[in-house]
């Protein structure tokens, strides 16, 4: 039987527990992950050649995005259940304000850097500063759209939903790499950071469309009675899947990320977040070594990108291919996707021309583009409708932990020895396929109504 709640109205009840959600709101979903996904994707393929140019050691560049990983972790599960009570547009818009501001204000820092007007150590510090205004608002925005989604999703379709929306942070890793070098222009000394105003620009653009066109969700007043406890900016009736996202939230215990039956999800979602995060980190350095381009750093921009881009192609199949076409649950593609990353990386570490490194990344990207989205529905599924947005707190601050050191550890590594880097990020993987071949629920459980 499908979930129902005991304070639903009789019209919240017969309204379906989903429905799909109209194009239109989807695409602006689509796009607040989008712009984020390029905007980063961009940043992480010149920050190689930044940090080349400012002559600092790559770990150091990777250590300047620790402090924000570190907020994210915090403030994602609070921004989560702050979206229970304010609606999730609002968290959509201060996530994407949060962005914009933070890519503005690295853009100015990187700049000075360069040209020259701040040494090394504060230009990293002043980087360091202003990206975690986007640790600490812009982890308002993952949640918000991940709960708005499963919230109005059939449990046995909410994994290949949320593959869709995952599937724009490949897309965007496609779109940022790519157009990153052709924001490198000598415009008035812009240069690398290029990429940080190109796409502050179109943040705002994507803000304005958010608040313009999704209708607004904020909870008027306690969702009692017969009373629709969300209104509209013109006082249209309100969507039936808002009411009834609203009336089933009420006040959920809070979550926590030892609660037995997310535990299994949790492990899964940490240590292989830890070796996507590690893969990620070492690719654009290794681009370098094994090209020689350090000398050259400006000229690292491309090949990197284009590195990027063939995972992102490759994330893409997954998400948009492989999940859909073969119907794959959380468990499915958890266990195949971890499995597959790590052989991508065994490819990655013996690479040695720039084919066989987009080879190696782009298997390394399929394998993860698959446990994405499998932890993360295996995650939803795992607790009930009204806890879906503690639930992507609780899944972005994943997601955020990982990136807390696990980069610069994976480059640390890398920088003194191939087979460490590469090798812990191989056992990570082993260890998640093992843990999660004996713990996982079975799919047919998961997505049973």
Same mark, same amino acid.
């Given at each position: ?29 689509? #796009? ?19 940090? #080349?140019?400012?002559?600092? /050691?790559?770990?150091?560049?990777? *250590? ?59 230009? *990293? ?20 759209? /991940? ?23 490949? *897309?965007? #890793? ?66 039936? /899947? ?26 899964? %979602?940490?240590? %292989? ?55 794959? !649950? ?13 052989? !991508? ?38 607790? #009930? ?35 460490? !880097? ?11 396929? *093992? ?15």
């Amino acid at each position: 039987m499908a979930e129902t709640d005991p304070h639903l109205t009789p019209s919240a009840q017969k309204a379906p527990a989903t429905g799909a959600i109209p194009p239109s709101r989807m695409a602006l979903l689509f #796009t607040v992950m989008l712009v984020t996904a390029a905007g980063n994707t961009a940043m992480q393929s010149v920050m190689p050649s930044i940090g #080349t140019a400012l002559k600092v /050691q790559d770990v150091w560049i990777s *250590l300047a995005y620790s402090w924000s990983a570190l907020l994210w972790v915090v403030c994602a599960p609070f921004w989560a259940r702050r979206s229970d009570k304010r609606g999730r547009k609002a968290m959509m818009a201060l996530g994407l304000a949060g962005f914009i501001v933070s890519f503005v204000l690295c853009g100015a820092a990187l700049w000075a850097g360069l040209a020259g007007w701040m040494g090394a150590f504060w230009t *990293l510090a002043a980087f360091a500063a202003a990206r975690s205004l986007y640790g600490g608002f812009g982890s308002a925005a993952p949640p918000a759209v /991940q709960a708005y989604v499963a919230s109005r999703t059939p449990r046995a379709e909410r994994t290949q939903a949320l593959s869709l929306i995952a599937s724009s942070f490949g *897309l965007g #890793t496609v779109i940022g790499p790519a157009l990153a070098p052709l924001m490198v222009v000598p415009f008035l000394g812009i240069g690398l950071t290029g990429p940080f105003i190109a796409f502050a620009a179109i943040g705002v653009v994507a803000l304005v469309l958010l608040r313009w066109r999704l209708p607004n969700d904020e909870p008027q007043f306690a969702a009692r009675g017969d009373a629709a406890p969300y209104s509209s900016p013109s006082g249209a009736p309100s969507d039936p /899947q808002d009411t009834l996202d609203a009336e089933a939230a009420g006040e959920p215990p809070r979550l926590s990320w030892r609660d037995p039956r997310l535990r299994p999800w949790v492990f899964a %979602g940490f240590f %292989g977040g830890h070796a996507q995060a590690m893969v990620l980190g070492i690719s654009g350095f290794l681009v370098l070594d094994r090209l020689g381009l350090r000398d050259t750093p400006t000229e690292g921009a491309g090949p990197v990108g284009l590195v990027l881009m063939s995972g992102a192609i490759a994330t893409l199949l997954a998400q948009w291919g492989l999940i859909p076409r073969f119907d794959l !649950g959380p468990r499915a593609a958890t266990l195949w996707g971890i499995a597959t990353a790590a052989f !991508g990386t065994m490819v990655l570490a013996v690479a040695g021309d720039l084919h066989l490194i987009a080879l190696g990344y782009a298997i390394a990207s399929l394998g993860f583009g698959l446990f994405r989205p499998g932890t993360t529905a295996g995650t939803s599924l795992a607790v #009930t409708r009204a806890e879906q947005g503690q639930a992507s707190g609780i899944v972005a601050s994943l997601a955020g932990a990982s990136y807390i050191y696990a980069p610069a550890l994976g480059v640390w590594l890398y920088g003194h020895s191939n087979w460490l !880097g590469f090798g812990l990020i191989v056992a990570l993987c082993a260890a998640v396929l *093992l843990h999660g071949w004996t713990s996982l629920q079975a799919d047919r459980e998961l997505t049973r109504s």
